[in-house]
């Protein structure tokens, strides 16, 4: 053998003896490479976020349109957003957009962290889809609690779907919390439950100091500037819509389309102006089955045919309305009035009054349109000249000037139709001891909730005083 055959037969020895250890090299960069594509997707993985692990100590961070896209491959886990979310990029702003996160099967059961931050841009167009917004069903999870949204800004947001249709949430229930949301836009949905922060919320789930400045709007029913319906013994508190509502058929509401099964409205207004067929109210289209609403007002104007109000479009089986009032201009057919239009509870109507032009053809009233059954009003007004309605349904016409007199709210000798004094004082003060202000700087001199007002509204500029002494004269 010469030295060149040797050399050749070293090198075949030397390549085949390394052949094995090449194989197992790529073997390995593949199996690798397979391990981390694998980890990207699933749950619980930081990878696919800015930080965190998904823990309530360390919720998993959101800086991007992909993260905040990721959580639906976990919807258990805690969420906090640390920057703006502009949702106007690919995918999210073409086609049908947003796919709604979480759905009956496998809903959003965890919490998300908004950290006061803002989602811009949100677009779905859906039309033929069930439970439809930037979480499409939301319920109680393992731990045996509801999902949380916190301190979020939802932007602009178009929105489009069938029924249970929200900016935040279309379905919403098993007690889920919605604490310090606001939402901007418009939302519609092509069937019923609209709303601009949730469809349908329900089964003991709980909306708090939120709001929305958006317009609106269902094709055939139950629709408001905050929830389409709020039922099952849920809570709304603190919270107000501003925008348009509109209903092409029945139950539309400035804040909520309907309430029922013992749900609670507290301390909340809408300035929406909303329209519809029957059951049209400036704060809630109909209430029923013993549901209450406390220390509420709306100003928006109303517009039906059937059931119009102020207030509430129709007040239903052990319903009660206490202490509240209504601002807004209302105009129907049938069952119209300032504060309500019809009242079929066996419940009250208490400390509340409205001041809105009315305008009906048949059982129209300055205060309420029509009553049944054996319900009271009491310790209730509207404004006779405002109005342009001498009678009603239920409580006492008074006269502006009156009405914008503390002593027909505080002295029963001296006012008809005032049984116990109201929890009013002249003036602004704080802390709210008691419910009621009135002057003739704030709310065009009417009765005003002290809470609507976080300084002094009662305070009077000289340009303001010049005013007020011209208005006099």
């Known amino acids: 053998m010469n030295i060149s055959s040797n050399n050749r037969l070293e090198k075949r020895q030397l390549s085949e003896s390394s052949q094995p250890k090449g194989r197992w090299q790529r073997m390995l960069t593949v199996f690798l490479g397979s391990l981390a594509a694998i980890l990207l997707i699933l749950p619980g993985n930081a990878g696919a976020f800015a930080g965190g692990d998904g823990s309530a100590d360390d919720p998993f961070q959101i800086a991007t349109p992909e993260h905040l896209n990721d959580i639906r491959n976990d919807p258990g886990a805690f969420y906090i957003l640390v920057a703006d979310i502009d949702l106007d990029v690919e995918p999210y702003n073409t086609g049908q957009g947003w796919e709604p996160i979480g759905t009956q099967e496998s809903p959003f059961t965890g919490v998300l962290f908004g950290e006061g931050f803002e989602i811009r841009n949100l677009f779905i167009g859906r039309s033929s889809a069930d439970g439809v917004g930037l979480f499409g069903h939301t319920r109680t999870g393992e731990e045996d609690s509801g999902a949380v949204v916190l301190s979020l800004k939802l932007v602009d947001v178009d929105v489009t779907g069938e029924s249970h249709v929200g900016g935040v949430v279309g379905d919403a229930g098993d007690g889920v919390i919605i604490f310090d949301v606001h939402v901007s836009g418009s939302v519609h949905g092509t069937s019923w439950?609209?709303?601009?922060?949730?469809?349908?919320?329900?089964?003991?789930s709980v909306v708090i100091f939120s709001s929305s400045s958006c317009d609106a709007s269902a094709d055939t029913s139950r629709v408001g500037g905050i929830a389409g319906e709020l039922e099952g013994s849920s809570v709304l508190i603190g919270s107000h819509s501003t925008g348009t509502v509109t209903s092409a058929g029945?139950?539309?509401?400035?804040?909520?389309?309907?309430?029922?099964?013992?749900?609670?409205?507290?301390?909340?207004?809408?300035?929406?102006?909303?329209?519809?067929?029957?059951?049209?109210?400036?704060?809630?289209?109909?209430?029923?089955?013993?549901?209450?609403?406390?220390?509420?007002?709306?100003?928006?104007?109303?517009?039906?045919?059937?059931?119009?109000?102020?207030?509430?479009?129709?007040?239903?089986?052990?319903?009660?309305?206490?202490?509240?009032?209504?601002?807004?201009?209302?105009?129907?057919?049938?069952?119209?009035?300032?504060?309500?239009?019809?009242?079929?509870?066996?419940?009250?109507?208490?400390?509340?009054?409205?001041?809105g032009a009315v305008t009906g053809s048949l059982m129209t009233g300055g205060l309420i349109g029509e009553t049944s059954g054996e319900g009271s009003v009491m310790n209730s007004f509207w404004d006779k000249e405002t109005s342009n309605q001498a009678d009603s349904a239920g409580g006492t016409g008074k006269t502006t000037a009156e009405m914008k007199d503390i002593a027909t709210f505080n002295d029963p000798d001296a006012t008809e139709g005032l049984d116990t004094p109201w929890s009013i004082v002249e003036g602004w003060s704080m802390p709210f001891q008691d419910t009621w202000g009135i002057c003739k700087a704030a709310n065009n001199g009417y009765p005003f909730f002290m809470w609507q007002f976080e300084k002094n509204p009662c305070h009077i500029s000289l340009p303001g005083m010049l005013m007020l002494l011209l208005d006099d004269e």
Request: aromatic share 6%.
């Open 193 to 204: 439950r609209v709303g601009c922060l949730g469809g349908r919320i329900r089964s003991d």
């Open 250 to 355: 029945n139950y539309a509401g400035g804040l909520v389309g309907e309430t029922e099964d013992d749900s609670i409205i507290i301390r909340s207004w809408s300035s929406s102006d909303v329209s519809g067929t029957q059951y049209v109210g400036g704060l809630v289209g109909r209430a029923e089955n013993n549901s209450v609403a406390l220390e509420v007002f709306a100003t928006g104007t109303v517009t039906g045919l059937e059931d119009v109000g102020g207030l509430f479009g129709t007040l239903r089986n052990e319903t009660n309305l206490i202490v509240s009032y209504a601002r807004g201009d209302v105009s129907g057919n049938e069952r119209v009035g300032g504060l309500v239009g019809s009242f079929n509870s066996t419940e009250m109507i208490a400390n509340s009054y409205a001041t």
